[in-house]
Structure formats: structure tokens, C-alpha cells
């Protein structure tokens, strides 16, 4: 069963993943995995951090003559632009709603603060490295998924030029926006997943989705709509399609009593602003135990929503081989 | 570590769960047991089914003379009022958005179709009880675990009355109606999770509470409402109040980067208005694969959200054993 | 993938096991599985105790008109000879080398003491059942497996007659003997299981079997013996059967690097002898911390080998569905 | 709970660990670690390969100011003195006893085959580092482990010259010879693990151990001993040490019903001798399906006894951890 486990910090030498349960033979199309990778990678408009790296993830072991072999495949991603004295002047102060404070309770105060260390958003590029694998597991499958912005700083389904406009109206004001993404996952067959815990379809996804940072809620088909719902218009009325069941809506977002009903696999997921921004917020001195006012430096990106799409793909990918235990 | 496995189904001869990793020496408060059994169970107002069950557990094993063993604890209960004559007739005919389809591919027409066998809403009573010694197990730690009814059939925070009328209504046009249930986890300390996948306490918790029938969505603090919010209105500020670290507003519901804040988890959950309804359906016959018509008869609830409460909470009490690593 | 989760005591109301990840449609051969339920029942020779028992599992749940349905399959046994007065007043002498005293501490004294409890070899019989479960799944793929006493009381390979004469005088001198048992596996492919944690055959067999009660040590193929060989000697050479690579000695016991090699898997189990014997033993009383002597009355085995036979095929026949992902 | 994955290849670019749920705050003392990867590493006595590397790890991220920070911690070794020429005439000649054949099979011929690719012993090296680790966490506790040579080509506790005259003999002959190694864990507390399958103690140690690679068999205590013994001789008798209950013998190696009794844990685990032998073997050609004779050129250990020892005693430092729930 296909595992993955991440590690690094946003400013030590390298981030990666460990891959465990990789089928073998599979062509390791790297082309592929870094055109995701590209998707994520900081730098590419004005909307992202500043930060440049090649994210250029060096295989050390699991692959051969280009072919997975079966055995744990390791990438690893070097950090090369790295500007630790950015946080130095803020290693006692916590931003409001990030990792910082948790990460230094949790750790006893041993956490790399740097950058947000492990908790950094940096740490998806390693995520969209699995997920892409995941993908090229199931492309001969005729699974795909694809993510979109479903809402952002309040406008549903923004145009790029709108978005563009939000965003840098929200970071002239040294803020930050958040929204929704929807995914969609085609060609699942019905029957996978279980009502069980530890076996519910809806289950296995958001556990990996929450592993997404900045992730604060899921819902699939209709969502939260649902809630205002009578059954007799949540319900989606079987028919038949060329000798195949399906159903007329799809309210129920392709997963009936933990299991897929072979329709398309629907998902939202909020993603909440982000919270490094350079407006002054109060937080506490975890050092001197006084509260103060913090003015985040550094580089961050007011808005991550496009960057976050193939994340939110290559979580759903990884869920998707669980579910198909691939 | 605690863990439950549920087993039974509707009308099959008993359910039940299996607990391992229970710490020995919990006196196994039987009387609280069936309090929240008590509060699940079916038959006690207008809105409920008219099924009417003791739901009295026995205990096979794990407990000795009042106190747990350490060992496996086994809890079993009776299904006694059973009319499996009522869903003889729609064998071959699932329930729009019920687990009746599913369950019938998952397992290649080899699933106990009669009152939804595995997937029915009863198999949430051996849950209730799981739930309730976790609940056992965390109150001596200070924490405790409320549910209440956010939204039902439209209505934000209905009175009881409120909610029978709509429920009624719904009833009355052979209907269901559905809402959101806001889950509070008081007492929890700071530091509990971690960021990664299947150690990030949002996923752990949505995992326990997507294994509850009809939640079709989970979110914490402000959830999807953070998708309008700009980050200097999401973040939540740092002060201290009495040498603890707080946070002036509590947006992020409890949790930062995975791993719980010191405030109150806040969650929500969208419970989908109940499938099984009387309202003609459309619908495939699976076995002569012919599109028909479904009228469900049996005994149905409008509404499940009142009873849902306690499951809710006991779903939540397991994924705060899991995060304590209880 | 198929689990197993056993629970119960020697002296409460019932024991059992849930089965979950059970592949729906499986035909549950009842005669079967009670065959084998009796092959490890007492009371059917002068070798064992004189309880005897029906061990007449009751089906629960998972199975619906003889088939099972993919969902968790529970079986109780009911307790119905049990005679708790022959524990009470050795309540607080742990017998030497048997789980009283070892159940005592990590249970803080909470444990359920009469005839061992969670600890007896009672517990054998869910597994049994749960390892008859595992042969049906095994059975169309080809796949046997079967057990027997390579050695006992210091005899190799004995005759039914060689070993009830052994036990026979080791009962009537108050004492108990041991043995090994040898486990064949036939009819694997080559190709399962890996060279990694977790995934290791060996190690995977090693898991199952160790969870029999008694036994102490298990080694494949030559096992110990190994010690003493050289690389030419213990190497088991390639050679060519209508097409099919094999090897010409099998001292590595089915299993290279963690995986199978296509040839049967051979592992000895060794079986200590069982420690309830009625020869007085040194003892510590636990309750007032004073050294005293034991004499254990009750009814006990004075030899476990014949009776473990199904035990340990179970055992086996539970790694094997592990192994090949069932 | 403490969790290593293990990657690389003999002959790929590095070969690494990942380890998860190290507890933060620990100082890694690099140069105990590094001391116990001499202690396994190639090229120190005449008895071993010449292949010379400096096993030296880098770490990529868990580590920050010279502490953990109960991130995962990856540590990675290059593979610098790799002759990969060795290994190409042999690819399609699988050496008896390795993991060469099972390894082809397992992944449909896509296994890196140089120097074993996956399933060398060079693999152990960070099995090392992780089990020098685990140790770092358990000496806090008093916890220590230590392994020795029982048994090396037949000959019981060789000394040092015995061992390495017995050893370059079966070189002259280019052969290998095998042993037995014993491990003893002394400061154990009484009371950790359960009977339990996935729990039980013995167990859990012998998951660990086989993922050693030559590991062919374990015992506990007395282990195969243990066949030909009396109830009587083989029971441990309690008695009192200063007020601490204690066993006269130690039979059962320091665990009895799958749980710790106080005593030291002592194990033994037979090493098969070394497979790859330079001596002309018979094999299969799996390309053309032919039967030959193999010479196995390269560089190999006729004996690997002496430089097991601290791999057995970081898998058995390994297995503490997760008995201790560390």
C-alpha cells in the first residue's frame, strides 16, 4: 500500500519524502513530476513570495534504469534560498494562526522556528512530489483529478484578473486572502471505501487533505448546502445510463455509506487566509512572557490559493491509491 | 492506544463493538454507559422512528468486578424488535443516496440488504458506547465534549419547539430534513497533534466523524466562513491571561498547524437530511435492471439530529483518546 | 486486508473474535470450521484437561444467507463450563512462568485472575475459528498448510503411542512436557512479502505465531541449525521443473530477503512445556510480598501439542492471507 | 511511537532513514551514533568485504541547534566506493540464498540488481543509525542492550582468535560460516507489551529482528531448549529480592503471556552463513531460462557475525521503543 512519509524544515538542508509501497515497473516520468512541481513553486507571479528555487527533487533510491523497482523511493529537494536572518528577530513571537506557538508547545521549545521549520508551506512541495507519483499511478487507470478555485476573497469562481485584482488589493493593505477549492476526481469506480472507520471513503480523504496546511474544513457533494436540504432534494434519484446505474444529481459528491457510487468524487476544501502578514498583530513574547506587538518581515505570499491546486490534487491522488489500494 | 471495531448489522442477530487499548483500571460506569446510549436511542418523541430497543449492553469481556482489565472489551446488544418483513419487498431496489447501492457493489450482491444492514444508523449505538468509555477515560483529565444542534431544516440555533414544528412538517410531507451540529472540546491542553499526515489533529478528528452515517462535511473554528475573511480578520491574536497563553478570538477553532492551540475545539458537522424517506423516488432495479419507482415504507426518522448528539460527541471523545494518546 | 481482534476470558460469560476485512462471498463452511474448532477442543483424550466445552461459535454479524458480506465478522463461544472456586484461593500466587504474575503488574492488579484469563490458553479457540476462517479464503487459491509434532518430551518425530506414553508419565509425576512443532505451507507463489520492516515474511510469520500462547521461539527452513553450516552447505541451489525455477534443498525454509521463493515455507515452532503443573512450586504472594510454595489443583494440560496443531496452522494460515493482501 | 523507514540501494546514489516520532529534545550525540556505525562498517578486520566508505551520516532535518525537534529526522549516507562493474556479468544469475531471485520476481524483473540492490547488508547501516537513536533514548532510562557472538561455526562463545581462524579458513575454501547471537536487554520494567497479537512482546522483538537480513530464526530464554524440558525444570520460581519479586531462573528469557517480567530479556537469533560465496554454485539464468553454474566474483563477508552485533542490538533497541510506547 502506497505510504508516504515528509520530512525537512522550510530553512534546513534539504526537504523530501519517503515513498513506501511504490508498485514496480512504473516509468518514473519525470517531466511530469516537475511540471507539478512547477505549478506549486514560489516566484511565478506577482501574487507569490519572492522566493526562487529550482525544486528539483534528486531521486536516491527506488528507481532504476528509470523504472520504480518496488522498494522505498526517496526525493529529496535541497534548500538553497534560505534567509534565515529574516526570523531570527521573531524567534519569541509567534504568528497569530500559524504553527509557531503550537510547534514550540509540542516541542518544548525545541522547534526550528525558522521559516515556520517543519511547518512551513514549503513542505507541500514534497507533498505534490507523492501526489504526482500518485498520479502516474493511476493515469493508466483513467483516474484524474483536477482542482479548481471554487471561491476566493469572497468571489465565487474568480477570473484570473479578478483574483490578480484581490490579491494585490489585499497585500497593498499588508494582508492576505482565503477560499475555496473544489476537486474533482473522474473514472473512480463504485464500490471502494467502506462505512467503517479507518475504511470510510470520506475518511481516508480528509485525512490527507488536512494534512494540507492552511486546510479548516471539507465537504463533499453538496456540502454544508445539505444542512437546508429536505431529503427529497438532497437525495440523487438512480437512473440508468447505457446499461449503467448512475445518478441524476450529485449532491452526495460520488460517496454513499462510505463508499463511491461511481460517479464523480466531489470535494471542497476552505483554505483560510494566510496567516503571515505584515499588518501588526498582537501576540505574546513566549521568552518573556509579555505581550507585544509582532510586524512579520520576510517574504510571504498574500494569497495561495493557485499554488495550492496541485497540492489538493496530489492529497486526493495519494487518497484515491488508499482507496483503490494501489 | 484505544481503539473500537463495530460490528453488526440492522436486523442481524446482535450488535456490538470491540475495544482494545483500554487502560486497565477504569471503572466502567455502567449507568453513564447507558445514559448516552439512552440519548441515541430510538422511540422517545414524535420525531424518532417508532423502533423501540432496550440498547442494553452486555459486557463479554475486559471488565472484572467493575473495573477494566486492560485486556479487549467487548460489548454486545441484542437486536430484538426487528421487522425484516418490511424490506424483503425492496430488496433489489436501493435507497436514493442511502448506502443500499454501495453496500450492494461493494460486495458483489452479497450485502444484508434488510434496514440497511451494516450501514444503518443503528450500528451508531455500539459507536455511542465506544464513545461514552472514552468519555469515562477523559474526565478525569478535565476534558470534556458537547454537542448541540448549530442549524436544522434552515434554522439557525432552533429551539426545541422550532425544531418539531419544521421536523413535523417535514414528516407530514413524508420528508426529511437535515442541519449542522457544533461539536466543543473544553479542557485540552496545548501541544497535542503534529502537522503530518495521520498525526494532524484536524484529520484525526474528521476521521472519527466522517465514520458517523450522514456527515458529509466537517470544519473547525470559522470553517468555510474563513474562505471571505482576510488574514488580519482570521488570525487570532495572542494575549495572556494569567500567565497562559490565549487567543483573543478563536477562528481557527482550537488548532494551529495540526496540533491543538490550548482553546476550545470547535467543530462543525453537516448531518444531510436522512435518506430514507417515503416521498415516491426514482430508482434502478438492481436485478432486472429496470428504472421503478420506490416508495420506502418501514419505520423512518424525519430527523436524526437530536439523536445524533450523542454520537457526535462520543466520535469526538475517540479522536481526543487518540490525539492524548490514551 | 484481513484482521482479527480475539477477546474474552477463561471464566467470564463468553470469548470471541471479529474478523474485519473479510471478502464478501465467501461461502462460510460452518462444518469446517466447527472441525476445526474440535481438533483443539479439550476433553478428547487422556493428554488434556477434563473441561470440556461445546466451542460452538455463534455467528453475529458479517454473515447474510451462509455467505459472508465484507463486513466485521463476529463469532462468540459462550463459557459454559467454568469452575471459578478452583482459582480463588490462588488468587494471589502467580503460577511460575504463566501470565498471572506478568498480567498482575501490567494490569495494576485489575486483572481477571481465575484460570488465567485473558491470558488462557482458551483464548486459542477464536483463533482457531478465525484461522479455519483464513484456510477458506486460502483454500481455492491453492493454498495449504499443515502442522505437526516434529518433536516432544525429547522425542523426534514421535508416534501417537511414543507421546501418550511421554505425557502420560509426565503426568503422573506432577509435570508437563514440550515439543516443536513443525508448520508446511504449500502451494505459495513466489514473490511476497519484502525485505522491509513490517513487510518481512518472516517477520510477518513471526508476528502470528508468536501471539500463540507457549510458544518461545520460531526459526525457518534449518533454523538453528544453520549456526553450524557453511554458505555451500546451507545455499540452496536453482534448478529447473518443467520450466519453473526451484531450488534443490530448501534450508532457507521458502523465504529469501524477506520474500517468498515459490518453495513451501517450513518454520518449527517451539512449544514450552505448559507451565500449570501440580508439583509445588516456589512462589511469592502478591498481596501480603511473602515467598511461599504452590500447588496448583484445577484441571490442566500436561501436554499442549497435539491440541496446538490447528492453533498454529491457524496462526500460519492468518500470515499467509496477510502475506498475499486477502 | 518512534517509526523508521529505511531506503536505498547498495549501488544507488545514498541510502537513508526516516525517522518519525522522536520525542524533541533529545541531544544527538553524532559521536556515539557515528561509533556505532564503525562498529558495523566494512573494511576493519580480514574477516570482512573491502569495500571502505566512511558511513557518515548527513542530516536533513528533525535536528535544529544540535536537539531534536520531534520532527521526522532523516539521515542520509552516500554510497561512494560503489564497482558496479562487479555486478553487471551476474545480473541475470541469481545467487542461491540471496535475494537476488525473489527480488526479480517481486518486482517483475525491475530490481536494482547491483550488490543486491535493496536487500544488501550495506542496508543495515541505517537500520544502525536509527537503532543508535532508539538507544540514545533509552539510556535516560536505564534501559541497556547488548549482544554477543553465542555460537560461530560451530563452535560455542569462539574467542576472538578462534573465531577469526574458523572464519579465514572457511575463506581459504571461499566459503562462510553462520552463528548465533545473543542479546540480553537488561533495566526493563515488568509489565510491558500484552498477549495480544500486534502487542505481544515477543512478538514485536521478532518483527524487528528478522527485518535483519541472514536473521533465520529467534528465541526467547531457553528458547529450543525449551522442547525437551520438564515443566518443572523449565518454570522460573518466583522469590523475593529486596522486596522486588524476581525469578531463581530465566528460562523464559524475561517474558511471560507476551509481557515483561522484570528479568533481563535475553534472545537468541541464528545468522545464516553468508550466501554469497565465492565457490562455483549451480543457478538459473532467468533471462534465458537455463541452468548454469555461478562464480560469484565481487567483495563479500564469509563472515558478517562480528559486525551483526550492532545491527541486532539497534533492531532490539528498536523494538524497546516501541514496547515502551517511546
Sequence with gaps: MLKHEIFGESHGPAIGVVLTGVPAGLVLDMEFIQSELTRRAPGTSAMSTARREADTPRILSGVF?????????????????????????????????????????????????????????????????????????????GVTITALIQRAAGIETPTPGQLEEAVLAARAQEDSVGGILRGTVSGLPAGLGAPDFGENAEGIFAQYLFAVPAVKGISFGAGFGLADMRGSEANDPFYLDGGRVKTATNHSGGINGGITNGMDVVFDVVIRPTPSISKPQRTVNLRTMEETELVVEGRHDPCILHRALPVIEGAAALAVCRLMNL
Design 65 to 141: 534504469e528509470g523504472k520504480t523497482t518496488g522498494a522505498p523511493l526517496c526525493a529529496v529537494i535541497e534548500n538553497t534560498d534560505t534567509r534565515s536572518k529574516d526570523y531570527g528577530k521573531i524567534k519569541d513571537l509567534p504568528r497569530p494562526s500559524h504553527g509557531d506557538f503550537t510547534g514550540f508547545v509540542a516541542s518544548g521549545g525545541c522547534n526550528d522556528y525558522r521559516g515556520g521549520g517543519h511547518f512551513s508551506g514549503r513542505l507541500t512541495a514534497p507533498l505534490v512530489f507523492a501526489g504526482a507519483v500518485a498520479k502516474l499511478l493511476l493515469r493508466p487507470r
